[in-house]
């Protein structure tokens, strides 16, 4: 099946400072890309939904100038968690849409830890 | 507005035993279906999907599903479950109409598998 690839899969950042995740489709094209965040033992949680060329959609309560979404190609997109705070801690797991439209591919998720 | 609900968050089984994983949702028109694997850290893999067609969906790992409209129900099912099968179980939703791959997820079922 179709691969979606993201980068890094553990980071640790400082207090106050930027992290940048990035969410490769490496065999096809996604014109949608879609970021959700999950807590321990708890569901996934959509955060934003991302189009190429095209701002990002973002849920209600997801604060955008926080999290950052750039689609600048039809294989990338990512997600810049901007002065990051512990509560930002999560595993972030992107997915793509693949062109037939009705599967949905996942990363292998990002773990985020802000000391 | 659509939901989904898993009804259990934890099922043990024995190791050969049947598994039943139940899901329900609720949508204004039927939707496409998923059910997704998470294991520890990782990412979701897709375990099979409805769209269109028959109602009972074959997926991988020798798990199956059938969509019911009237009970709005697609509950996953295995004959017999292995060790390697216990994870996280996740059904999720997306509109049809929509096709746009925003999916709605349930809460979770770990599945245990006991020796």
């Known amino acids: 099946g179709a691969v979606v690839s993201q980068h890094p899969s553990r980071v640790i950042c400082k207090s106050g400072t930027s992290v940048k995740i990035e969410c490769r489709s490496l065999d096809f094209q996604a014109t949608t890309m879609f970021w959700y965040r999950q807590f321990p033992k708890q569901s996934l949680m959509l955060m934003a939904t991302s189009n190429e060329g095209s701002k990002a959609t973002y849920e209600q309560g997801v604060e955008k100038d926080k999290f950052l979404i750039n689609h600048a190609s039809l294989t990338l997109s990512t997600l810049t968690v901007t002065s990051a705070h512990p509560e930002d801690s999560s595993f972030y797991i992107c997915?793509?849409?693949?062109?037939?439209?009705?599967?949905?591919?996942f990363g292998e998720g990002s773990w985020l830890t802000v000391v | 507005a659509q939901s989904v609900t898993q009804l259990g968050s934890h099922v043990s089984v024995s190791e050969g035993a049947l598994v039943l994983l139940r899901c329900n949702y609720s949508s204004s028109v039927p939707p496409y279906l998923f059910w997704y694997v998470q294991y520890p850290n990782q990412g979701l893999q897709l375990l099979l999907k409805y769209t269109t067609g028959a109602t009972l969906v074959k997926g991988i790992n020798g798990f199956e599903a059938e969509f019911k409209k009237s009970e709005t129900s697609f509950h996953l099912t295995k004959p017999s479950a292995h060790m390697s099968d216990a994870a996280e179980y996740f059904c999720a939703v997306t509109l049809r109409s929509s096709n746009t791959g925003k999916l709605i997820f349930g809460q979770g079922t770990t599945l245990q598998v006991k020796p």
């Open positions: 997915s793509a849409r693949t062109g037939s439209g009705n599967t949905i591919y």
